[in-house]
């Protein structure tokens, strides 16, 4: 009799879509089901890992959460996925269920694909893969290309690729997903709702379904259970490149740094200083903690685009040195010096 498989979801998503808070209201709803999470940063400050730490004991424990922090998952796959799931197998009572939230950057084929692999296969599965979009920025045309200057660029130069890698990127996570959240919609107005679902219905692949969410907050018998076995459907899963008959695209196209900014004197002006270097420079998403001085508490910091969001989410323990971290993404050519200098003030 051969043992049954473990179920895997893969959350997956642009930068700041809201992939960590779906998963923290899914483990604060899991009603005692025994939950492993793999998290994915694209950077080495384990920002997601320790907001999901903060959930308490009784609902993730720290031995529960295994950080991969060598760069973007689909590209780790046999360094680092492959041994980190087999560890979590190999234990005496292993997972019930295992949940990997993938780096924004992340294209999910290659890493639904690692699910075949021979030391994998015959004892996890994947459940389902759910794509995390963020709304309100979706609304805004964040994702839109100038189809006259494209057409004007290629004239001039046919030679060049002028594909938007975002929109790739963006395309790839629709076309593997079983789920889409369109997450944040309390940030739109009704009408602006149904015309985006409208649209993306029109672009995601027969099957897939299309679910609105505030705050990430969901039915966790909606997310788990749908017993995809995507592993076993990737000709129907197919990556922007792959269609066009190519190789899968890599993350040439991003770049990603952190920095330590050491003690905060000021909130505000270090806020405000983010504000501009947003304003000013091609981030995508910054995000970090920041030991702001007379404070107890450690700030956490998160900016998509031109939202930005920060508020003390915990005490800072007697044990951990207070520090002030903060990883930044962007696109190719991003300017780190001047950034790192603006930062520090």
Same mark, same amino acid.
């Given at each position: 009799?051969?043992?049954?498989?473990? /179920?895997?979801?893969?959350?997956?998503?642009?930068?700041?879509?809201?992939?960590?808070?779906?998963?923290?209201?899914? &483990?604060?709803?899991?009603?005692?089901?025994?939950?492993?999470?793999?998290?994915?940063?694209?950077?080495?400050?384990?920002?997601?890992?320790?907001?999901?730490?903060?959930?308490?004991?009784?609902?993730?424990?720290?031995?529960?959460?295994?950080?991969?922090?060598?760069?973007?998952?689909?590209?780790?796959?046999?360094?680092?996925?492959?041994?980190?799931?087999?560890? @979590? @197998?190999?234990?005496?009572?292993?997972?019930?269920?295992?949940?990997?939230?993938?780096?924004?950057?992340?294209?999910?084929? /290659?890493?639904?694909?690692?699910?075949?692999?021979?030391?994998?296969?015959?004892?996890?599965?994947?459940?389902?893969?759910?794509?995390?979009?963020?709304?309100?920025?979706?609304?805004?045309?964040?994702?839109?290309?100038?189809?006259?200057?494209?057409?004007?660029?290629?004239?001039?130069?046919?030679?060049?690729?002028?594909?938007?890698?975002?929109?790739?990127?963006?395309?790839?996570?629709?076309?593997?997903?079983?789920?889409?959240?369109?997450?944040?919609?309390?940030? @739109?107005?009704?009408?602006?709702?149904?015309?985006?679902?409208?649209?993306?219905?029109?672009?995601?692949?027969?099957?897939?379904?299309?679910?609105?969410?505030?705050?990430?907050?969901?039915?966790?018998?909606?997310?788990?259970?749908?017993?995809?076995?995507?592993?076993?459907?990737?000709?129907?899963? @197919?990556?922007?490149?792959?269609?066009?008959?190519?190789?899968?695209?890599?993350?040439?196209?991003?770049?990603?740094?952190?920095?330590?900014?050491?003690?905060?004197?000021?909130?505000?002006?270090?806020?405000?200083?983010?504000?501009?270097?947003?304003?000013?420079?091609?981030?995508?998403? &910054?995000?970090?903690?920041?030991?702001?001085?007379?404070?107890?508490?450690?700030? &956490?910091?998160?900016?998509?685009?031109?939202?930005?969001?920060?508020?003390?989410?915990?005490?800072?323990?007697?044990?951990?040195?207070?520090?002030?971290?903060?990883?930044?993404?962007?696109?190719?050519?991003?300017?780190?010096?001047?950034?790192?200098?603006?930062?520090?003030?």
């Amino acid at each position: 009799m051969s043992l049954q498989k473990i /179920p895997a979801t893969v959350i997956t998503g642009f930068l700041g879509a809201g992939k960590t808070t779906l998963i923290r209201h899914l &483990l604060q709803n899991a009603k005692g089901r025994r939950i492993a999470l793999v998290i994915n940063e694209f950077g080495d400050i384990g920002v997601d890992g320790e907001i999901l730490k903060g959930c308490g004991d009784e609902v993730c424990r720290e031995e529960d959460v295994v950080e991969l922090a060598n760069g973007c998952i689909c590209c780790t796959v046999a360094d680092d996925f492959v041994p980190t799931m087999k560890k @979590l @197998l190999e234990r005496d009572h292993p997972p019930e269920h295992i949940v990997i939230e993938t780096s924004g950057l992340a294209l999910p084929q /290659p890493l639904v694909r690692a699910f075949n692999w021979p030391e994998i296969k015959s004892r996890v599965t994947v459940d389902g893969v759910v794509t995390v979009v963020d709304a309100k920025a979706l609304s805004e045309g964040r994702f839109a290309d100038d189809e006259e200057a494209v057409a004007a660029q290629r004239a001039a130069d046919p030679n060049l690729d002028h594909e938007n890698p975002i929109e790739e990127l963006f395309e790839d996570q629709l076309n593997c997903a079983d789920m889409i959240v369109l997450n944040k919609t309390d940030l @739109l107005q009704t009408h602006e709702t149904e015309k985006l679902s409208g649209d993306l219905k029109g672009q995601i692949r027969k099957g897939a379904k299309l679910v609105p969410a505030q705050h990430g907050a969901l039915d966790v018998a909606a997310l788990l259970g749908i017993a995809s076995a995507a592993e076993d459907d990737m000709h129907n899963r @197919l990556s922007h490149h792959e269609m066009e008959g190519e190789v899968q695209h890599d993350h040439d196209d991003f770049v990603t740094f952190s920095m330590s900014l050491g003690p905060i004197a000021d909130r505000e002006k270090l806020l405000k200083r983010i504000e501009d270097l947003i304003a000013e420079h091609d981030i995508l998403r &910054l995000k970090g903690f920041a030991a702001v001085e007379g404070a107890a508490g450690r700030l &956490l910091i998160q900016a998509v685009g031109p939202r930005l969001n920060s508020y003390f989410d915990r005490p800072w323990r007697a044990d951990e040195k207070r520090s002030s971290e903060v990883v930044v993404i962007g696109l190719k050519g991003l300017d780190r010096a001047a950034i790192e200098a603006r930062l520090k003030g």
